[in-house]
Each structure stands twice: as structure tokens, then as C-alpha cells.
């Protein structure tokens, strides 16, 4: 029916999609493999043989979901029995007809919908674009770029429409800090694995385009790319997962300890504003209690706040832009509220880091390496945000923290709580 000549493992995509006995499916492919393009194709042979189906393509960002769209409008403008079931009238021509089904929604005479969304869109919050929506086949392009939050506050949710529900999982490995990871270990999924070795048996790729990637990439981008294997870690990880899942089966017990709390104070309308606190004795920090006052303005923060955090305890506050107005007010109250611009230069260490937000989560860092830190066994929001903070050396060799994509607000609150350490006063004899 379609012109493309399918290789054996993109078949074994396109009938694992159309299987109906499988409810849960992971694939994970080298790069340029041609999974989307299997799964496009899988999607319109679902359009053809089901009726009063909406099926939902799921990408991280529009370049994405234009791939998507045009390869379906591709096939559709090609095959004369899609173009029957267009239920767009007057759009018989192709060309006419493949700039009508390019759009985000296509509807058919079978009562079929086909629609491309969007995971994160500028200026609106994750995931906003996909509330309201339900879906039998639901198919997510690079699922490990879609965070934990998205799946489980919208997308985990769409598939509640029907118990026959379908969900796809098409997967470049990049880390394991979200649900595609534990999808690929989840038994009730079946996985699909095809790598480089694969893709030469079929003819995908040559030896010698292979041998120039694996020059050019690192071990771990070649891993990932050709091998289509999780990573353990980033090489340029600020943290290691290993040291966050040492910290969340700590044990604590502090006897003599100090409060600290930090608060994170997100501009209006955007983020969250977080604050966490901490009990600290003897180099140790255990994280108690993780508080979201979301899309507050300065006065509610301030009110918010001024109920929660006790006059005598140590509250240090994210000082820059909207954050100074409250710790301003809270100090007025009568608060131990402290001021920290991390924006400025590092305390104690100039010569080794960029600025005092570095310094501090290189703190944060070492505590953890040193089992120093115990963290909650059920905040995976905090745990997340630590584990995708990156690190590099600008020109003059200093430490800079590179945040992901979104802010990480839970991680930047637990950061302020990190204590300066003391000077060890010089004697001199």
C-alpha cells in the first residue's frame, strides 16, 4: 500500500503498534533509524482499519511535532486510500491536500482524529497544551525529553479515557531520570531495542559512516546514539544518581541541630516559589519538609511564609528581582531572614568558581558524594532537577552550574540552604 520499503525491525514497530494485544510499548532505536517514520506509518494503517479512534502524537517541542505532521501528510497526500477518508471536501488534489493534513489536527470520514501536540511551548506552563485531551493511541516522540511532571500530571491521564488505551514510547536513551527509563525495566511493557549492529545487518548505515560517528562523538553520545543505551550518568553531571539514591535511603538521626531554610521566590507567573527546610548538625543536612507556594505576588509570598518559618530560625532567601522585596519585608517582621544574591561573586573560593551559585551547589555536591545529605524518599520533582544540573569550566578555568531548560526551582531552594562552612581560625605560636 505504501511506497516504503520497510526494514525488519521498522515491521516489528508497525505490528507491535498495531498489535492489539499489546498495550505498552517501548522503542528504543539508534538515531536516523527511522522509528517516527515506523510509527507514522503504523499510525495510518491504525486510521484505516479502526473507526471513532483519536490517536495523539506527543512531542517535547514544535520542530518535533512538524516531523511528525509531515510524514504523515506525506503518506496521506500519496495513497489514494487515505485521501478517500479525508474529511476535508474539495481537497482532492495532493499537493492542496498534504498542506491541509500538515496542520495539528486531521480528521476522517471513519470518524478517526489524528492530532500532533506539544509537551512545552513558550511562555505557558509544561504540559499546558495537553489538558483536556484523552486518547486510544497515544504515541510519545523522544519520551526522555518529557519530564516526569508532564507524563504523570497530563499524559498518564489521557490514557484513562479507554481501557483499551495504547501507549507508545519512542526513545533516543539520553538519561534515567524519568519515566521512560522505568517504562524500559517495566515487565507490563514490551520493548523493542534495535542498535547499530542491527541497523548494518539491514543496510541502514555503512562501516564507514559508523567508524566517522565513533571518532566524532564521546562514548557516552556514541552509546547513546548508536548503541541505544542508557547512559549511567552525564559526563558533565553536576551530581551523580548514585549519591541521590545513597541520600534517599539515609537515616538520620540528629540530636543537637540548627534550622535552615531556604526559599526559591519565582517572578509572578512563572515557576514556583519553594521553600525547604533543613535540620544541620556537624557537616550534616537532612531535608525535612519541601513547601510549593505557587504564582503568588510579594505580599501573599511574604504572608505565605511568615506562617510557616518560626522568627528564630535561619531563613536564607534567593535575593535577586522579586526575591529581595520579600526577604526585605520578612526581615522587617522580625525574621532571620538573610540575603543571598547568587548571582554575585563566590565567598570563599573566587579563584575556583564563576559565582556564588556555583559555589554553593558545589557544596551541595560534596555533601552528597560524602553521604552527608539525606533527601526525601518521595519528591521526585526535587531529586529529578538535581539529577539533570550540569556543570562546565568557562575560559578562565572557573566552575559554572549549567540549569536544565526549566527553572529548577526545587533544586535552587535546597541549595540556599547550604551553610558556608567555618573558617578554621589561624594560631599562631
Given amino acids: 500500500m505504501f511506497k516504503y520499503q520497510l526494514t525488519p525491525g521498522q515491521l516489528k514497530i508497525v505490528g507491535s503498534i498495531l498489535d492489539p494485544q499489546v498495550k505498552r510499548l517501548s522503542v528504543c532505536a539508534m538515531t536516523r533509524y527511522g522509528k517516527t517514520r515506523a510509527a507514522a506509518l503504523a499510525v495510518l494503517l491504525y486510521v484505516l482499519n479502526n473507526e471513532n ?80 485531551f484523552g486518547g486510544d493511541l497515544i504515541i510519545l516522540e523522544e519520551a526522555c525529553l518529557i519530564s516526569d511532571e508532564v507524563y504523570r500530571s497530563r499524559i498518564s491521564r489521557m490514557l484513562g479515557d479507554s481501557p483499551d488505551s495504547k501507549l507508545v514510547e519512542l526513545i533516543n536513551p539520553w538519561h534515567k531520570m524519568n519515566f521512560a527509563w522505568r517504562h524500559w525495566n517495566n515487565p507490563s511493557f514490551k520493548k523493542i531495542h534495535i542498535d547499530y549492529k542491527q541497523a548494518l545487518a539491514e543496510g541502514r548505515i555503512s562501516e564507514v559512516f559508523l567508524e566517522e560517528q565513533r571518532q566524532e562523538l564521546t562514548p557516552t553520545e556514541f552509546q547513546v546514539l548508536y548503541e541505544a543505551r542508557f547512559p549511567d550518568e552525564h559526563e558533565d553531571a553536576l551530581i551523580r544518581w548514585e549519591w541521590l539514591q545513597q541520600a534517599q535511603q539515609l537515616d538520620v538521626n540528629l540530636t543537637a541541630s540548627q534550622t535552615v531554610w531556604g526559599l526559591d521566590v519565582a517572578e509572578l507567573g512563572e515557576d514556583h516559589t519553594i521553600l525547604t527546610r533543613t535540620l544541620q548538625q556537624d557537616g550534616v543536612v537532612v531535608v525535612t519538609d519541601v513547601h510549593k507556594l505557587s504564582r503568588l505576588d510579594t505580599m501573599a509570598t511574604v504572608n505565605h511564609v511568615n506562617s510557616i518559618v518560626p522568627k528564630g530560625e535561619t531563613l536564607n532567601v534567593d535575593s535577586i528581582g522579586i526575591g529581595a522585596g520579600v526577604q526585605s519585608r520578612l526581615f522587617e517582621l522580625g525574621h532571620n531572614a538573610q540575603s543571598v544574591r547568587v548571582s554575585r561573586s563566590p565567598t570563599r573560593q573566587p579563584d575556583r568558581f564563576v559565582n556564588l551559585k556555583a559555589e554553593r551547589y ?30 562546565e569550566f568557562n575560559s578562565q578555568g572557573k566552575i559554572r552550574v549549567v540549569d536544565p531548560p526549566k527553572s529548577p526551582d526545587y533544586a535552587d531552594s535546597l541549595m540556599l540552604c547550604m551553610q558556608e562552612p567555618q573558617l578554621t581560625p589561624w594560631i599562631v605560636y
Fill in 53 to 132: 479512534k483519536r490517536i495523539k502524537f506527543i512531542a517535547p517541542q514544535i520542530e518535533q511535532t512538524n516531523i511528525i505532521r509531515n510524514y504523515c501528510a506525506e503518506v496521506i497526500a500519496e495513497t489514494p486510500a487515505l485521501r478517500a477518508i479525508v474529511d476535508e471536501p474539495g481537497c482532492e488534489a495532493p499537493d492542496r491536500l498534504r498542506r491541509e493534513v500538515s496542520k495539528r489536527r486531521v480528521t476522517f470520514t471513519t470518524k478517526c482524529e489524528l492530532q500532533t501536540l506539544t509537551a512545552y511551548s513558550q511562555g505557558e506552563e509544561p504540559g499546558k497544551q495537553l489538558m483536556g
Fill in 362 to 391: 558545589w557544596l551541595l555536591r560534596s555533601k552528597l558524594e560524602l553521604g552527608q545529605l539525606q533527601l526525601p524518599r518521595t519528591h521526585p520533582q526535587l531529586i529529578t532537577q538535581l539529577a539533570s544540573l550540569r556543570y
